[in-house]
Protein backbone atom coordinates (compact mmCIF):
# COMPACT_ATOMS: atom_id res chain seq x y z
CA UNK A 1 0.00 0.00 0.00
CA UNK A 2 1.82 3.59 -1.32
CA UNK A 3 1.02 6.32 1.49
CA UNK A 4 2.88 8.87 0.25
CA UNK A 5 2.28 11.56 3.01
CA UNK A 6 2.92 9.28 5.78
CA UNK A 7 6.26 7.51 3.98
CA UNK A 8 7.95 10.96 3.85
CA UNK A 9 7.68 11.95 6.98
CA UNK A 10 10.39 11.67 9.51
CA UNK A 11 10.05 10.83 13.41
CA UNK A 12 13.36 12.86 14.57
CA UNK A 13 13.24 10.65 17.87
CA UNK A 14 13.28 7.75 16.24
CA UNK A 15 16.11 7.88 13.47
CA UNK A 16 17.28 4.40 13.71
CA UNK A 17 14.10 3.05 13.10
CA UNK A 18 13.82 5.46 10.28
CA UNK A 19 16.79 4.24 8.69
CA UNK A 20 16.05 0.90 9.06
CA UNK A 21 12.68 1.13 7.19
CA UNK A 22 14.44 3.44 4.51
CA UNK A 23 15.85 0.69 1.90
CA UNK A 24 12.98 -1.29 2.21
CA UNK A 25 10.99 2.52 1.11
CA UNK A 26 12.80 3.37 -1.57
CA UNK A 27 11.98 -0.33 -2.74
CA UNK A 28 8.45 -0.20 -2.70
CA UNK A 29 8.51 2.95 -4.58
CA UNK A 30 10.60 2.58 -7.15
CA UNK A 31 8.29 -0.95 -7.97
CA UNK A 32 5.39 1.42 -8.12
CA UNK A 33 7.46 3.71 -10.39
CA UNK A 34 8.21 1.03 -12.23
CA UNK A 35 4.64 -0.91 -12.64
CA UNK A 36 3.32 2.50 -13.45
CA UNK A 37 5.70 3.03 -16.33
CA UNK A 38 4.49 -0.04 -17.51
CA UNK A 39 0.84 1.14 -17.49
CA UNK A 40 2.22 3.83 -19.55
CA UNK A 41 3.50 2.04 -21.75
CA UNK A 42 0.82 -0.51 -22.06
CA UNK A 43 -1.62 2.67 -22.51
CA UNK A 44 0.41 4.38 -25.30
CA UNK A 45 0.69 0.98 -27.36
CA UNK A 46 -3.18 0.73 -27.10
CA UNK A 47 -3.38 4.76 -28.33
CA UNK A 48 -0.97 4.17 -31.02
CA UNK A 49 -2.78 0.84 -32.12
CA UNK A 50 -6.11 2.49 -31.93
CA UNK A 51 -4.74 5.44 -34.12
CA UNK A 52 -2.89 2.97 -36.67
CA UNK A 53 -6.47 1.31 -37.20
CA UNK A 54 -8.73 4.30 -37.39
CA UNK A 55 -6.56 5.93 -40.26
CA UNK A 56 -6.68 2.01 -41.75
CA UNK A 57 -10.59 3.24 -41.77
CA UNK A 58 -10.11 6.47 -42.86
CA UNK A 59 -8.25 5.47 -45.69
CA UNK A 60 -10.49 2.77 -46.70
CA UNK A 61 -14.10 4.10 -46.11
CA UNK A 62 -13.52 8.25 -46.38
CA UNK A 63 -17.03 8.66 -46.97
CA UNK A 64 -17.89 7.09 -43.38
CA UNK A 65 -15.90 10.64 -42.24
CA UNK A 66 -17.10 12.17 -45.08
CA UNK A 67 -13.80 13.34 -46.60
CA UNK A 68 -13.92 14.51 -50.27
CA UNK A 69 -9.92 14.25 -50.17
CA UNK A 70 -7.56 12.04 -48.57
CA UNK A 71 -5.18 14.47 -47.39
CA UNK A 72 -2.13 13.57 -44.53
CA UNK A 73 -3.39 16.87 -42.64
CA UNK A 74 -6.89 15.32 -43.09
CA UNK A 75 -6.94 12.00 -41.91
CA UNK A 76 -4.65 13.36 -38.79
CA UNK A 77 -7.11 15.94 -37.99
CA UNK A 78 -9.86 13.68 -38.36
CA UNK A 79 -8.11 10.81 -35.91
CA UNK A 80 -8.09 13.15 -33.37
CA UNK A 81 -12.27 14.17 -33.74
CA UNK A 82 -12.45 10.75 -33.04
CA UNK A 83 -14.79 9.13 -29.69
CA UNK A 84 -12.45 6.34 -29.88
CA UNK A 85 -8.91 7.88 -30.32
CA UNK A 86 -10.29 10.37 -27.24
CA UNK A 87 -10.88 7.59 -24.88
CA UNK A 88 -7.71 6.01 -25.73
CA UNK A 89 -5.62 9.27 -25.18
CA UNK A 90 -7.67 10.54 -22.11
CA UNK A 91 -6.71 7.21 -21.02
CA UNK A 92 -2.71 7.41 -21.75
CA UNK A 93 -2.88 10.77 -20.16
CA UNK A 94 -3.94 9.38 -17.02
CA UNK A 95 -1.38 6.81 -16.57
CA UNK A 96 1.18 9.34 -17.77
CA UNK A 97 -0.06 11.82 -14.82
CA UNK A 98 0.50 8.43 -12.51
CA UNK A 99 3.93 7.23 -13.69
CA UNK A 100 4.79 11.41 -13.37
CA UNK A 101 3.18 11.58 -9.58
CA UNK A 102 5.65 8.20 -9.30
CA UNK A 103 9.21 9.52 -10.18
CA UNK A 104 8.45 12.23 -7.66
CA UNK A 105 7.66 10.24 -5.30
CA UNK A 106 11.03 8.01 -5.55
CA UNK A 107 12.74 11.76 -5.76
CA UNK A 108 11.20 12.52 -2.37
CA UNK A 109 11.95 8.92 -0.62
CA UNK A 110 15.50 9.54 -1.62
CA UNK A 111 15.19 13.38 -0.42
CA UNK A 112 14.35 11.75 2.80
CA UNK A 113 17.76 9.46 2.75
CA UNK A 114 19.44 13.04 2.20
CA UNK A 115 17.48 14.53 5.11
CA UNK A 116 17.83 11.44 7.14
CA UNK A 117 21.48 11.30 6.85
CA UNK A 118 21.87 15.25 7.74
CA UNK A 119 19.97 14.40 10.47
CA UNK A 120 22.32 12.25 12.08
CA UNK A 121 25.01 14.36 11.17
CA UNK A 122 23.58 16.75 13.54
CA UNK A 123 22.87 14.19 15.83
CA UNK A 124 26.86 13.24 16.04
CA UNK A 125 27.77 17.02 16.56
CA UNK A 126 25.71 17.47 19.29
CA UNK A 127 23.44 19.84 17.74
CA UNK A 128 20.11 18.78 19.70
CA UNK A 129 21.93 19.00 23.20
CA UNK A 130 21.01 22.47 23.64
CA UNK A 131 22.96 25.17 23.81
CA UNK A 132 25.91 25.53 26.35
CA UNK A 133 27.64 28.27 27.44
CA UNK A 134 31.20 28.40 28.83
CA UNK A 135 31.45 28.96 32.50
CA UNK A 136 32.95 31.49 33.98
CA UNK A 137 34.61 30.66 37.49
CA UNK A 138 36.06 34.02 38.16
CA UNK A 139 32.82 35.55 38.44
CA UNK A 140 30.84 32.05 40.22
CA UNK A 141 33.42 32.64 42.46
CA UNK A 142 32.88 35.94 43.34
CA UNK A 143 29.14 35.37 43.40
CA UNK A 144 29.80 32.76 45.95
CA UNK A 145 32.12 34.91 47.82
CA UNK A 146 29.37 37.18 47.74
CA UNK A 147 26.61 34.70 49.07
CA UNK A 148 28.32 33.67 51.80
CA UNK A 149 28.99 36.64 53.33
CA UNK A 150 25.38 37.68 53.28
CA UNK A 151 24.83 34.64 55.03
CA UNK A 152 27.34 34.96 57.77
CA UNK A 153 26.05 38.15 58.64
CA UNK A 154 22.85 37.05 58.41
CA UNK A 155 23.76 34.18 61.14
CA UNK A 156 25.91 36.93 63.08
CA UNK A 157 23.00 39.04 63.21
CA UNK A 158 20.52 35.72 65.00
CA UNK A 159 23.21 35.21 67.43
CA UNK A 160 23.35 38.33 68.50
CA UNK A 161 19.77 39.03 68.82
CA UNK A 162 19.44 35.83 70.30
CA UNK A 163 21.91 36.24 72.84
CA UNK A 164 20.54 39.88 73.87
CA UNK A 165 16.96 37.97 74.62
Same mark, same amino acid.
Given at each position: ?7 T ?11 ? *?Q ?5 K ?17 K??M??A?? $? ?17 G???? @? ?11 ? $???? @????Y ?11 ? *?? @??L??L? *????VS?F ?16 S $?? *????AK ?6 ? @???D?
Amino acid at each position: MIDYEQDTLIDPDALDVEWL *KQAQLMGKYVAYSASAKKDMDDSKEKLDMGKAYI $EMDIRKNPAKYELEKITEGAIQS @TILLQEEYQKLNA $EYNE @TKYEYEISVAAVRAIDQ *KK @TALENLV *KLLGVSYFAGPKAPRDLSREWIQES $ER *KAKNAKVRLKRKV @TTADD
